[in-house]
C-alpha cells in the first residue's frame, strides 16, 4: 500500500491511497484542476473520494468530483449543507454508520469531535484483497477507543497531530497567539500529547506507518513530534 499526502494544511488536504490497481482519494479540500495536476492528470484511475466534513480545506472539489463520475462517500448532514446532488454519492448516517463496501475496500466511518456545524467522521479503510487497513483522523481533539481486533487489524495510519499544548500555552502567554484562537485550537484539533496518550493505549501489532497531518506551524515543531512518535511506536513515521 502507498500513501502519497497531495497536500496537508489548512489551506487543503487530499491524500491518495494505492493498492495495486486500485486507489482513491481520502479528502477533496482543493480545486479540481490542482488535485488533477498533483495526480499527474490521472484522475480516471481514481474509484472513489471520502469527505470528513463540510470544512472547505477537506471538501472544496466534492461537486467537482461527483460531476466527473467519481463516487464521493461522506455523511448525510455534510452532503446536505454542501448541497451535493449525483448519483454518484454515497452517504452515511451520522451516527452508527454501517460498512460501506465499494469495489475492493470497505469504508467503516466513525464520529469524531470538531468545531464544525455538522458532524466530522473519520474513516476506516480495510482492503478485501489483502490484509491492510488505513486509519484515518483528522481536525478531532481526541479519537475513539478501538477494539483489540480492529487495532491489530490497522497497517497504516493518517492522523492528525495538531500542536503541542506546551507551545500553544506558551504562545498565548507570550502574546504571539490570541488567547481565544488558543482555546478553540485546544478544543477542536489534535495534541500531539493526546495522540501519544491514545497510541500507548492500543496494540498495534501490525501497524507499519503513520502519517502525520495538519501540523501547526506555528503550534508544532515537526521534527520533534515525529521523533517523539517513532520512539512511541517503532515503525516509519512521515510528516505530510
Known amino acids: 500500500m502507498v500513501i502519497d499526502v497531495l497536500t496537508s494544511s489548512s489551506q487543503g488536504n487530499c491524500y491518495k491511497v494505492a493498492q495495486d490497481d486500485s486507489s482513491f482519494l481520502i479528502e477533496v479540500g482543493l480545486p479540481l484542476q490542482k488535485i488533477k495536476k498533483k ?10 473520494a471520502l469527505c ?41 448516517p451520522d451516527d452508527n454508520a454501517k460498512p460501506i463496501k465499494i469495489g475492493s475496500w470497505q469504508i467503516v466511518p466513525f464520529k469524531l469531535l470538531h468545531d464544525v456545524d455538522v458532524p466530522c467522521h473519520g474513516f476506516l479503510c480495510q482492503s478485501l484483497v489483502v490484509n491492510e487497513t488505513v486509519f484515518y483522523a483528522s481536525d478531532t481533539k481526541i479519537l475513539p477507543p478501538l477494539s483489540d481486533r480492529t487495532a491489530k487489524s490497522i497497517t497504516h495510519m493518517i492522523v492528525e497531530a495538531n500542536h503541542s499544548k506546551v507551545l ?14 488558543g482555546i478553540r485550537i485546544m478544543r477542536s ?10 497510541l500507548e493505549s492500543h496494540r498495534f501489532d501490525n501497524l507499519q506507518e503513520i502519517v502525520l497531518c495538519h501540523l501547526s506551524d506555528k503550534n508544532s515543531c515537526a521534527e520533534t513530534i515525529k521523533k517523539t512518535i517513532m520512539a512511541t511506536m517503532g515503525v516509519l513515521v512521515r510528516v505530510a
Do not use: C, R
Not at 59 to 87: M, Q, R, V
Not at 168 to 181: A, I
Open 189 to 198: 484539533h489534535m495534541a500531539i500529547e493526546t495522540l501519544v496518550e491514545w
Open 168 to 181: 500553544v500555552q506558551q504562545n498565548v502567554l507570550e502574546g504571539k497567539l490570541d488567547k481565544s484562537l
Open 39 to 48: 495526480l499527474g492528470y490521472t484522475l480516471s484511475k481514481i474509484d472513489f
Open 52 to 92: 470528513s466534513h463540510i470544512h472547505f480545506d477537506h471538501s472544496k472539489a466534492a461537486a467537482d468530483i461527483l460531476k466527473n463520475g467519481i463516487p464521493l462517500i461522506t455523511s448525510e448532514s455534510t452532503a446536505a449543507a454542501l448541497k451535493l446532488n449525483s448519483h454518484n454519492l454515497i452517504t452515511f
